[in-house]
């Protein structure tokens, strides 16, 4: 992943930051004290966010991506993901584990950026499809 500062956001860059932050400070992280937060944008530039909701029961907690694009299906159905932004306090920065990788994969292209950022500033940048190269996605199971 190549690293870039905060200072030097692309364009559109800080609404996802923004969102993902807002959506971070509302986490659910009683077990693992662990904040995350994360924001999508879809390729018609709607930004939905969401937080890691942790349970008791470990198996039943949601990761900040997965939150944010459940999100989004709610509110509009079919999606598909022009970028996808991960804050947390961590350095270096966390990108999205395997479980959400794979939700990703329902809805995004190789192209989809996916940035890992922490809250210092520092944000680490891929394509998806170096993130989670040969991906398992819907193609395969079309006939």
């Given amino acids: 992943m190549s ?3 905060k200072t030097a956001l692309p ?3 800080e609404e996802l930051w923004k969102a993902a932050t807002a959506a971070r400070n509302h986490s659910h ?3 693992s004290k662990a904040k995350v937060g994360a924001a999508i944008r879809t390729t018609d530039g709607r930004v939905f ?3 890691n909701v942790e349970n008791a029961s470990y198996g039943g907690t949601v990761c900040a991506e997965r939150g944010a694009v459940q999100t989004a299906v ?3 159905g079919k999606i598909q993901l022009k970028e996808v932004l991960v804050i947390t306090d961590a350095t270096p920065p966390w990108p999205p584990c395997g479980f959400c990788r794979q939700v990703i994969a329902e809805f995004a292209t190789e192209e989809t950026l996916v940035h890992a950022c922490n809250t210092q500033g520092e944000c680490k940048t891929l394509p998806f499809s170096e993130l989670f190269p040969n991906a398992f996605t819907p193609t395969h199971l079309e006939k």
């Fill in 49 to 51: 966010a969401g937080c």
């Fill in 29 to 31: 992280s009683p077990y």
């Fill in 3 to 5: 690293a870039q500062k």
């Fill in 74 to 76: 709610a509110a509009l």
């Fill in 11 to 13: 364009a559109g860059f």
